[in-house]
């Protein structure tokens, strides 16, 4: 398949997707106020145990208080979570529309974009119910790189091997792309 094909068979089977130079549907600001809280308190866990019990505490706090903190912050409506293309936890896997905004995020930032200001979002139908989907990106911050940089202390890098076998969450710089705050929205039928 050539590149244009490639490129064609891309677009009919992700379709292009909003971004924040369209005006959001009503359920958006909610969402993006959901995925604002999973990162507060993402943040401010992870400071409180890099603050006490050093990075590889950092690391075990991520693995156990993440998912609960996500939990937490979800509801009877919205669903909220973390993704990338390059995932240390695989439940985190990005599905195929999710893995589609991740590659058009990163295209946004090569061509110079803040990666503060990227979100998307779409509607579409899951077992014939209508659902929003919201994406706003997580660049990766200068303290993420001791743990998701490319020189992990060796200790560490042991740690991270022990939790995450499958780990692919390294080698990152300051300012890339790390992931996405990810928010499935249950839509009544007025949304």
């Known amino acids: 398949m050539n590149a244009r094909n490639a490129m064609l068979a891309a677009t009919l089977l992700f379709p292009l997707i909003a971004c924040s130079d369209d005006t959001p549907p009503d359920w958006v600001p909610e969402a993006r106020q959901q995925s604002g809280q999973l990162g507060k308190q993402l943040v401010a866990t992870l400071t409180e145990a890099l603050s006490e019990e050093g990075p590889a505490g950092g690391v075990q706090i991520c693995k156990v208080e993440a998912p609960k903190i996500a ?107 790390r992931g996405a705050f990810t928010v499935t929205v249950d839509l009544s039928a007025s949304d």
């Open 71 to 177: 939990a937490r912050v979800s509801g009877s409506r919205f669903e909220v979570a973390r993704t990338a293309l390059r995932v240390r936890n695989p439940d985190n896997a990005a599905d195929g529309w999710e893995a589609s905004v991740l590659r058009r995020f990163k295209a946004r930032m090569a061509e110079g974009a803040d990666p503060a200001g990227l979100e998307a979002w779409e509607v579409e139908t899951v077992d014939g119910n209508r659902v929003g989907r919201y994406m706003k990106a997580i660049p990766m911050g200068s303290q993420c790189v001791v743990c998701h940089g490319e020189n992990i202390n060796p200790e560490l890098a042991e740690t991270i091997d022990k939790l995450y076998p499958q780990d692919e969450a390294t080698g990152f710089a300051p300012g890339e792309l």
